[in-house]
């Protein structure tokens, strides 16, 4: 690894074969030396899960002579891709940037609470390094999230050269793009809707019936246009600073009032 070039270590939670991870790949290589750590199979919505009941096992599957380029498959959670690649796979030299995704659907709201893909970036700033996690409006697996190039690039740049807060990470979601560019960036809060309709109840055919889990978001209030579902719906992408302290700062006192 060339030691004056930034190294990016890059995870997601859709697994390594998935399309997202491919561009964000390509990308972060114009910046600096790269180092994948990623899930081997798919990890949707295991937030920040880590396996403890099991060996977590790493598989090289690709490397450059040079150093530029690393990456192995992990059988693990994305959390555990980031802690293992941080303290053991990369441990000659830390790195200077996490990057998550592109993932395969949005992180916005507090679908961010569930997300693998934010996990990677808590991990990154957990162990003091800056983070950003992207993802895109398209679900499907055959996303072309090539067309999150743009945005990706617009972020990561200002990143590298200017830095972000310490212990803050950024949750990055892009709007889907047809035939129109994004119109822009915009930083927001995240949207405190919930999800309704969360079950689809079914029928086994040998007795008995199963839950199959879908759901709608509902926004809390659809006219706030500080909140990132707001911007996505009208073709901005967002930006939304992220920290992992859940302290509710704002009513220490009053809790201690009321207990002690």
Not at 71 to 80: F, I, K, L, N, Q
Not at 190 to 219: A, C, F, I, K
Request: aromatic share 8%.
């Amino acid at each position: 690894m060339d030691n004056k070039r930034p190294l990016i270590l890059i995870s997601n939670d859709d697994g390594y074969h998935y399309n997202g991870i491919k561009t964000l790949i390509q990308v972060a290589q114009r910046y600096g030396d790269v180092f994948v750590a990623a899930p081997a199979h798919h990890q949707s919505g295991k937030s920040s899960a880590i396996t403890l009941d099991s060996p977590v096992r790493a598989h090289l599957v690709d490397e450059r002579d040079d150093g530029s380029y690393t990456a192995y498959e992990v059988m693990g959670t994305p959390a555990d891709c980031v802690k293992l690649a941080i303290s053991e796979l990369m441990a000659d030299r830390q790195p200077d940037l996490v990057l998550a995704g592109i993932n395969h659907g949005y992180n916005m709201g507090i679908s961010s609470l569930y997300s693998g893909t934010m996990a990677c970036a808590y991990e990154g700033i957990m162990h003091g390094v800056p983070a950003v996690a992207f993802s895109y409006g398209v679900f499907t697996r055959d996303a072309n999230t090539e067309a999150c190039i743009p945005i990706v690039e617009q972020v990561l740049q200002r990143v590298l050269a200017g830095g972000l807060p310490s212990g803050v990470c950024l949750n990055v979601n892009i709007p889907p793009l047809g035939q129109e560019p994004v119109k822009g960036l915009k930083v927001t809060v995240s949207d405190l809707g919930r999800w309704v309709n969360e079950w689809e109840r079914r029928s086994h055919p040998m007795g008995g019936d199963y839950y199959w889990m879908t759901g709608e978001y509902e926004m809390l209030d659809e006219a706030d246009d500080r909140t990132d579902m707001y911007w996505l719906r009208r073709g901005y992408a967002t930006v939304t600073p992220c920290h992992i302290d859940q302290t509710d700062h704002q009513s220490l006192g009053q809790i201690a009032e009321l207990l002690l």
